[in-house]
């Protein structure tokens, strides 16, 4: 090649790397118009609409006793101010007090589908599985710290829910009924400074209320194992039973009620949780009213 051919060539080169720089240099942004209202550039946020009573959840465990990720429904009870988990079948699951929930937030995670994770691993010619290994899935999450004053349990569980929409109204929510405040997007219980109580206000204690004992199974002195009907025997009928109970200042179950369980289990349960003992609960020296649940697991062997 001549000396004129390669000068040519060269500058034909040069010619076509200019150009794919200038192709590749950043558009600039458009104008924006001089004097705009600010309302059109930040438009004011509508409120948090209310959420349904109950919601489809999956638990994602966290809670020391339930390790099984299972999905269900969670349901605001506002009657006995509680949040509860059923399964699938409708069973309670577990449940966590108003007042137990030290914090309440909405969180978002990009995970990898399950659905992605397989493709990708899977060997396929000229690495034609590749981009699945890329493919990223947002989830949405209730994530409550909580600490049950009356049993003690404390720790960190989150639920996952349909959609973003659904997660913060039920954060709005929860954060209304368990009395917490709002700090940024995460809201929280305030902190109760201690005062001190004078001897007069230490009598004054409102013992007519009933304070909430949680799960009771564990801190009954006498709990008889329920009968076993034949009618439930004959149909096949299992499961667990949850009786709500309430435990007078001696100790003693004066109520009893079933809220969830096999219809054909459920009058044995309570016959049972009538029959339980408690130790008495003080405050401050004084007997105090609890009320609780009681589990009872009925199996065929």
Wanted: aromatic share 8%; net charge positive; charged share 15%.
């Amino acid at each position: 090649m001549s000396q004129y051919s390669k000068i040519f060539v060269t500058g034909i080169l040069l010619l076509f790397l200019a150009g794919a720089v200038s192709a590749q240099r950043p558009r600039g942004a458009a104008p924006q118009t001089v004097g705009a209202p600010v309302s059109e550039a930040q438009p004011i946020a509508s409120p948090v609409p209310p959420a349904p009573q109950t919601v489809n959840a999956k638990y994602e465990g966290g809670i020391f006793g339930y390790n099984k990720r299972q999905d269900g429904t969670l349901t605001f009870d506002d009657t006995n101010q509680r949040l509860v988990f059923r399964n699938k079948q409708g069973q309670e699951y577990l449940f966590i007090p108003y007042d137990g929930v030290m914090s309440a937030f909405a969180d978002t995670q990009s995970r990898r589908p399950a659905a992605a994770t397989v493709i990708s691993s899977v060997p396929a010619p000229y690495l034609l599985n590749l981009p699945a290994a890329f493919i990223r899935k947002k989830y949405q999450y209730l994530t409550l710290q909580f600490a049950d004053p009356d049993t003690h349990v404390a720790g960190i569980t989150s639920f996952k829910l349909a959609n973003k929409q659904l997660t913060e109204s039920v954060v709005s929510m929860l954060a209304q009924r368990a009395g917490l405040v709002a700090r940024g997007a995460i809201f929280v219980r305030r902190r109760q400074e201690p005062t001190e109580v004078s001897q007069t206000e230490r009598h004054a204690i409102d013992t007519s209320r009933p304070i909430n004992g949680g799960l009771l199974n564990g801190r009954a002195l006498s709990l008889p194992e329920p009968v076993y009907p034949r009618e439930a025997r004959g149909t096949g009928a299992s499961g667990t039973v949850n009786v709500q109970i309430l435990v007078d200042e001696q100790g003693n179950v004066v109520e009893a009620q079933a809220i969830s369980g096999p219809p054909a289990l459920q009058q044995a349960a309570v016959d049972a949780a009538r029959q339980a003992k408690f130790t008495p609960v003080t405050i401050q020296g004084q007997p105090v009213k609890v009320r609780g649940t009681i589990s009872y697991t009925f199996e065929l062997h």
